[in-house]
C-alpha cells in the first residue's frame, strides 16, 4: 500500500514539474513577437471582414442586463448546439467512455512485475498515446464528421477487455501483460485522435458567427461527458468489485 501511495506522490509531482514548464512555456510563447504578430494579423481580418445584419448590430449596441446576456448566452449556445449535435453528442459519448474504463477499471489489472510503477506506468503509456493520437488530426483527409462515431463502436471492445483483465487472470491472450498494454497504446491513440478531430471539425461544422460558440460548447460536452462517466464508474465498480 505504502508503494502505491509513493507511486501517485511520484506521478502528481512529475504532473505538476511538466504543467508548470508548460505554463511558463506558453507566457512565453504569448509575449514573443510571432504570436503578437498573428494576433494583430487576425483582429484586423476579422475587423475588415464583418458583415453584420442590422439586428445583430442593435443587439450589441442596445446595453444588456446580466440575465438578458445570460439568455443571449444559452440562446447562443443552444442555436449552435442545433448545428453540430451529432459531433456535440459524439463528445460526451466518447467522454463517458473514457471516465468509465480510465482509471477504475484499467487500473484493476495486476502487474506485479511492475509493482509500485504499474498505474505510473499506465498512465505515462496512456497519455504518450493520447499526444500522438491528437496528431493525427493534422492529417484532415482521414477523417470526417463520422469518423467519431465508428471510433465509440470501435472502443466498446475495451469493456469487454478492461473487464476481464480486472476479474481474471488466466483467460488466454486477453490476461496477458503483452496484450493489456496494447490495448492501453490503441486506447490512448484513439482517445486523442477522436477528440481532437471534434474539436477540429465543430468550427467547420457551424456557421461562421457562431465559430467561437463551438469552442464553448466542445469543452462543455467533454466536461459533461467526463462527470457522467466519473459519477457512472462508481456504481460499475462497487458492481464488479472492484478493489
Not at 7 to 12: A, L, Q, R
Not at 40 to 56: F, I
Not at 127 to 133: M, S, Y
Amino acid at each position: 500500500e505504502k508503494s502505491e501511495i509513493l507511486g501517485v506522490y511520484i506521478y502528481y509531482t512529475v504532473s505538476a514539474l511538466i504543467l508548470g514548464v508548460c505554463i511558463v512555456s506558453h507566457y512565453v510563447f504569448i509575449k514573443s513577437d510571432y504570436a503578437v504578430s498573428v494576433l494583430k494579423r487576425d483582429t484586423e481580418a476579422n475587423n475588415g471582414n464583418l458583415n453584420e445584419t442590422r439586428e445583430d448590430y442593435e443587439m450589441e449596441k442596445r446595453p444588456l442586463s446580466d440575465w438578458e446576456e445570460v439568455k443571449e448566452s444559452l440562446k447562443q449556445l443552444w442555436e449552435g448546439f442545433k448545428e453540430i449535435k451529432l459531433l456535440s453528442l459524439m463528445m460526451v459519448v466518447l467522454m463517458m467512455q473514457f471516465s468509465l474504463m480510465f482509471p477504475g477499471l484499467v487500473f484493476a489489472k495486476e502487474v506485479k512485475s511492475l509493482g509500485m510503477w504499474k498505474n505510473i506506468s499506465i498512465l505515462l503509456i496512456f497519455n504518450v498515446c493520447d499526444v500522438l493520437g491528437k496528431f493525427g488530426t493534422l492529417f484532415r483527409g482521414l477523417y470526417n464528421k463520422n469518423t467519431p462515431m465508428y471510433i465509440a463502436i470501435f472502443r466498446m471492445v475495451f469493456f469487454g477487455i478492461f473487464i476481464t483483465t480486472a476479474k481474471t487472470e488466466n483467460v488466454p491472450i486477453i490476461d496477458e501483460n503483452w496484450f493489456f498494454f496494447l490495448s492501453i497504446i490503441v486506447f490512448g491513440l484513439t482517445s486523442g485522435f477522436s477528440v481532437a478531430s471534434l474539436f477540429v471539425m465543430m468550427p467547420e461544422y457551424i456557421t461562421e458567427k457562431r465559430k467561437e460558440t463551438s469552442g464553448f460548447l466542445g469543452i462543455m460536452c467533454l466536461m459533461l461527458g467526463i462527470t457522467i462517466g466519473s459519477n457512472l464508474s462508481i456504481p460499475l465498480g462497487t458492481y464488479l468489485h472492484l478493489k
